[in-house]
């Protein structure tokens, strides 16, 4: 960059004097990020100790919270090393950070932007009063393959869902933005294509399409870039025989020349070391040449490019505009942050001690987790439970579990302060139920030795609840699994209890889509809860007890058997007349239960969707009109879903892809009508040239409470036309709430 003094603002000056300055050292010290372990004797930053940053030899740490510790390291930076630059304090607030709140994949399945916007506006406020500055969230990673462990921390397997939901977590992070300290900096991650490893193994390669590419992994991200994230971290894995760290296409070309993005580019942890074992360079040199040619300007832990850079930009192989370029954007989030005005802003403990689980965080964790869950079946209306049933079983180790219920990311969440299923259970009954506990089985174990005593129990008691799934260290990052039933001895117990005839509840908790069709077949009724987070216990209660009608609706396909992974709603046609030709000899081709589905304690009816027009051109709208009726007993939400198929065209389309969606809240009896606006961002595709049009033909809208609706109407698109740019990747209906910077 040519810099002019005088055509500078103050701020830039501020940054260019400062640059002016540094060393080379001090440079590739910004760049580097460190990691520090608490102690009882106070933080220790691993890898050379506080005199790293005396000597200005780290930027940004990762693992530092809380207003003491981050306020001591800070001092050592501004007031014992030679420019005083403040350190950027860094990390994962995935889901919560004191308070924890629902799994971003538990979250999805509230299909409430406005809920997550929020939840995320309340982890941003603690976090930031505990000195933390940037967060490595939102994940967003499309995921549609249940073996991969960190399925649990994206919103699911759709790009629709999940750039709403990327958008609604980016602005929650953000808030009003600086100057407000509770700002939080936020970070798009695993770019891009790391939800889908070969064989659901983390880490592992990915081949992808670039059709598939382009129409469901990087929509997100886009969104996510529109709606202003401030950093981007890619992924570890390789796409199309190039690490992402090392992938100059994607990171300079797409993301920051294509799309525009200005922010920071920081490294997964150890990834530019990883560079060396992914065999795309021999030596540490040729590891920092590779990632900071791909515009990578963080690096996360290894320490290469403190040891290296300096030497690249002495012997000529680095020009120092392009240091500096990395450097600039370090110092601008700084400053944007308002450190270099107060680096102690984010470390205040008044703050610290007024914002954590407040009664107002604990009450929005209660009911993002009562959104989240969902029905999946409820025979003959077993549930909800009456409160005052004489007697309830309840069994299985994680209805115990208080550390489960803070799910994969827990934040600085503490497992006490959690409230597990079985608290939840006993608190919300009678006084004069009695509720028995058995562990009965784990997931953790063959052990067999309680089951008989569970069945006992079982034959004493009115309604037997199971609380099964999977420990929440069962997924998670490099928590993949080879299959998807219930672990340990779960199965056993179930059977068991089944004997007895007694009703069976079971409730289950778990990170991913299970594989259960043994469940789905025998047992009267599933909620899926998930992970809930700090109140899953009381919404568990709330739910089960009927204070509360669920709504939830499943943000990804749940599979019968791993063989048929990946599976997901928004499949192509095959070439054959019916699916039974590419059917398996021995399985099912449908999921057990599809993308959307979810049961309410009511029911609701759909009329058939009506259009504004039969025909459009390319360039008009149209409007499809649907009344939704309450036609149960109670007070319920539905989640509305419309999808939308391109009947003919020049390349081959989505069976359905989701294309709007919205909650209703309907008391028994009530109706209410609907408008959905579909434009161009709907119609168009990208054609066999990589093209955006939209082409003429035939459209069918599927409008419903699930993607297996049939509630449909058909429209013609009578000419083609080219669509100019990009388009948007926020979803319309969040793009009248638009931040300035979304278009
Ligand atoms: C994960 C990232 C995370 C980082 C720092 C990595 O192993 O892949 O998602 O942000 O660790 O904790």
């Given at each position: ?93 995935l ?9 971003p994949l538990?979250?999805a ?27 490595y969230a939102p994940m967003i990673d499309i995921a549609r393959d249940?073996?991969w462990g960190r399925v649990v921390e994206g919103s699911g397997e759709d790009p629709?869902?999940g750039s709403?939901l990327a ?20 970070t798009a991650k695993h770019f891009v294509g790391y939800g889908a490893p070969?064989?659901?193994?983390d880490y592992?390669?990915s081949?992808l399409?670039?059709?598939?590419l382009?129409?469901t992994y990087l929509p997100p991200f886009?969104?996510a ?7 981007v971290m890619p992924a570890y894995n390789?796409l199309?025989?190039?690490?992402m ?23 997964d ?208 990052e ?78 990804v ?187």
């Amino acid at each position: 960059m040519n810099v002019h003094a005088d055509s500078l603002t103050d701020k830039e000056q501020q940054i260019e004097q400062l640059l002016a300055r540094m060393t080379l050292e001090e440079k590739a010290g910004q760049l580097t990020q460190l990691v520090v372990q608490k102690s009882p004797t106070g933080p220790v930053v691993a890898n050379g100790g506080e005199d790293v940053i005396r000597h200005s030899g780290v930027g940004s740490l990762l693992g530092a919270s809380g207003v003491q510790d981050t306020r001591r390291l800070q001092q050592i930076a501004v007031e014992e090393s030679r420019l005083h630059i403040p350190l950027l304090f860094t990390e994962d607030v995935l889901h919560g950070f004191r308070t924890i709140f629902p799994v971003p994949l538990a979250e999805a399945a509230a299909w409430d932007p406005d809920l997550t916007q929020r939840t995320t506006r309340a982890a941003a406020v603690e976090a930031s009063a505990s000195g933390i500055h940037l967060t490595y969230a939102p994940m967003i990673d499309i995921a549609r393959d249940p073996r991969w462990g960190r399925v649990v921390e994206g919103s699911g397997e759709d790009p629709f869902l999940g750039s709403a939901l990327a958008v609604a977590r980016v602005r929650g992070f953000h808030g009003k933005g600086p100057p407000e300290v509770s700002t939080l900096l936020s970070t798009a991650k695993h770019f891009v294509g790391y939800g889908a490893p070969e064989g659901g193994r983390d880490y592992n390669t990915s081949d992808l399409s670039e059709r598939t590419l382009l129409e469901t992994y990087l929509p997100p991200f886009r969104a996510a870039v529109q709606a202003g994230v401030d950093a981007v971290m890619p992924a570890y894995n390789e796409l199309d025989g190039i690490p992402m760290h090392a992938n100059g296409p994607l990171l300079r070309e797409k993301l920051r020349e294509q799309w525009g993005f200005r922010g920071l580019i920081v490294s997964d942890f150890n990834s530019v070391r990883e560079l060396m074992l992914h065999g795309v360079a021999a030596t540490p040199t040729e590891a920092v040449k590779v990632a900071f040619g791909a515009t990578v300007d963080i690096d996360m832990v290894s320490g290469l490019y403190a040891q290296e850079l300096p030497a690249l930009v002495r012997n000529g192989q680095l020009a120092q505009s392009t240091l500096d370029s990395a450097v600039r954007r370090v110092l601008e989030a700084k400053q944007r942050l308002g450190l270099f005005d107060d680096p102690y802003r984010y470390s205040d403990a008044a703050r610290e001690k007024a914002n954590l689980l407040t009664p107002q965080s604990r009450a929005l964790a209660r009911e993002a987790a009562q959104k989240s869950m969902v029905l999946l079946k409820n025979e003959k209306a077993l549930l909800p439970l009456h409160k005052d049933l004489p007697k309830l079983l309840v069994v299985g180790a994680l209805a115990d579990d208080q550390r489960s219920t803070l799910g994969s990311w827990p934040g600085d969440g503490r497992a006490k302060e959690s409230i597990s299923v079985l608290q939840g259970i006993k608190g919300a009954v009678s006084s004069a139920t009695q509720v028995v506990y058995i562990q009965g089985a784990s997931p953790d174990d063959l052990d067999l030795s309680e089951i008989d005593k569970a069945h006992q129990a079982a034959l004493d008691a009115d309604v037997v609840i199971a609380v099964l799934g999977e420990r929440a260290n069962m997924s998670g990052e490099a928590r993949s699994r080879s299959s998807l039933g219930l672990p340990g001895a779960q199965d056993a117990l179930l059977s068991r209890l089944l004997e007895t005839g007694k009703p069976v509840v079971v409730i289950l908790m778990n990170g991913r889509p299970l594989a259960i069709p043994h469940l789905a077949e025998q047992v009267p009724a599933i909620l899926e809860s998930w992970f809930l987070g700090s109140e899953m216990g009381n919404a568990v209660a709330d739910i089960l007890f009927g204070d509360v009608n669920p709504s939830g609706k499943l943000p990804v396909t749940f599979p019968r058997a791993v063989g048929q992974v990946p599976i997901y709603y928004s499949q192509k046609h095959t070439g054959r007349q019916s699916n039974k030709d590419a059917a398996y000899i021995d399985q099912s081709v449908t999921p057990l239960y599809p993308f959307g589905h979810g049961l309410s304690y009511t029911t609701f009816t759909y009329d058939p969707p009506t259009l504004s027009a039969t025909q459009i051109t390319a360039t008009e709208t149209l409007t499809v009109q649907v009344t939704v009726h309450n036609s149960g007993q109670r007070e319920g939400e539905e989640i509305v879903q419309l999808y939308l198929h391109d009947n003919v065209a020049s390349v081959t389309r989505p069976v359905r892809a989701l294309r709007g969606f919205t909650r209703v809240r309907l008391k028994p009896g009530e109706a209410r009508t609907l408008d959905f606006v579909l434009d161009q961002d709907d119609f168009a595709l990208l054609d066999r040239y990589f093209l955006r049009r939209v082409e003429p033909g035939t459209f069918t809208v599927f409008v419903g409470g699930s993607s297996a609706t049939d509630n449909q109407a058909s429209f013609e698109i009578t000419n083609t036309a080219r669509v100019k740019g990009l388009g948007s990747a926020i979803p319309r209906m969040l793009r009248a709430l638009a931040n300035k910077t979304d278009e």
